[in-house]
């Protein structure tokens, strides 16, 4: 699976973004997939997961409420939307993906893609 991800850019605090993540491969719409972000100076952080159905999802606290992922199987893509963003929100943002379940792919998914950069100005 190849994974490429999209929409990062530069926005004002309280603004909005949607990063997209497209996948290939005919299996992909099977995996579990998810985002990752990586602020400067910090170690990558798991942000948010959604199973291969988009039943099932979860965040890290610190985008509850915020964000909201989702997928459309059909376009083997995910998207990342992200209200309300706060300067910390800052980080480059990673697609990943796994074909095992949500635990897996909070902890190490087996596909990256490559990041895109999200700047928030205060």
Do not use: H
């Not at 309280?14 to 985002?35: E, K, N, V």
């Amino acid at each position: 699976v190849q994974l490429q991800a999209s929409g990062g850019g530069l926005v004002q605090a309280g603004g909005s973004l949607r990063l997209s993540c497209a996948a290939s491969g005919r299996t992909s719409s099977s995996y579990t997939m998810g985002w990752f972000r990586q602020a400067p100076g910090k170690d990558r952080e798991f942000v948010a997961a959604i199973g291969w159905s988009g039943g099932s999802t979860r965040y890290v606290d610190s985008v509850k409420g915020r964000f909201t992922i989702s997928r459309d199987n059909a376009k083997n893509t995910i998207y990342l939307q992200m209200n309300s963003l706060k300067p910390e929100d800052t980080a480059v943002y990673y697609c990943a993906g796994t074909k095992l379940g949500i635990g897996a792919m909070m902890v190490s998914p087996e596909y990256w893609g490559p990041g895109t950069l999200v700047t928030v100005s205060s």
